[in-house]
């Protein structure tokens, strides 16, 4: 399913490219391993090739899905009836999921949510890190280095306040 060169998206990890397949030997077994180089903090990671769809890694979206999930950032409302932990419960399994749609409904939901109060402590945090991943897949998706992705989607973010502006 996965070759080396493909560009990938590893839930809570972000965008990454298969760099290259290594043979190790771990406790007296031959495995062989896929190594990724992730976008964000420029890791490197080593997964067992048997096990990377199982921990949710997928290839990243393509060109026309990615500009539908940027669109969907204005579309919806977030729920206000639910408290702070268990919107973090819900935001933390959506972000584990690795589905781009559940990851971009965390960052308006919790943006919106920041427009009308300030965000808790966790909230903040649950927002910057599902923005760092997204941003790290329109990278890859867009061909773009980490500040030109980072505009990409605060002008996405912020093109709706503009229209609502007198």
Not at 14 to 33: D, Q
Not at 106 to 125: A, E
């Given at each position: ?10 839930p809570m990890h972000g965008a990454g490219i298969i760099e290259v397949m290594e043979e190790k030997e771990f406790l007296g077994e031959k495995h062989l391993y896929f190594v990724l180089n992730m976008m964000l903090k ?125």
């Amino acid at each position: 399913m996965f070759q080396v060169g493909d560009k990938i998206f590893y839930p809570m990890h972000g965008a990454g490219i298969i760099e290259v397949m290594e043979e190790k030997e771990f406790l007296g077994e031959k495995h062989l391993y896929f190594v990724l180089n992730m976008m964000l903090k420029e890791l490197n990671i080593m997964v067992p090739v048997e096990k990377m769809s199982a921990l949710g890694i997928r290839q990243v979206v393509e060109a026309d899905i990615l500009e539908h999930v940027l669109a969907v950032l204005h579309e919806g409302k977030p729920d206000l009836s639910i408290n702070a932990a268990q919107r973090y419960k819900m935001n933390t399994e959506k972000m584990k999921s690795g589905n781009i749609y559940e990851g971009a409904e965390v960052i308006r939901d919790l943006f919106l949510i920041s427009k009308g109060k300030v965000l808790g402590t966790g909230d903040k945090i649950m927002l910057d890190q599902a923005q760092q991943l997204l941003i790290s897949e329109i990278e890859l998706v867009k061909s773009l280095d980490f500040d030109a992705a980072s505009e990409c989607l605060k002008h996405v973010l912020y093109k709706e306040e503009a229209r609502v502006a007198p």
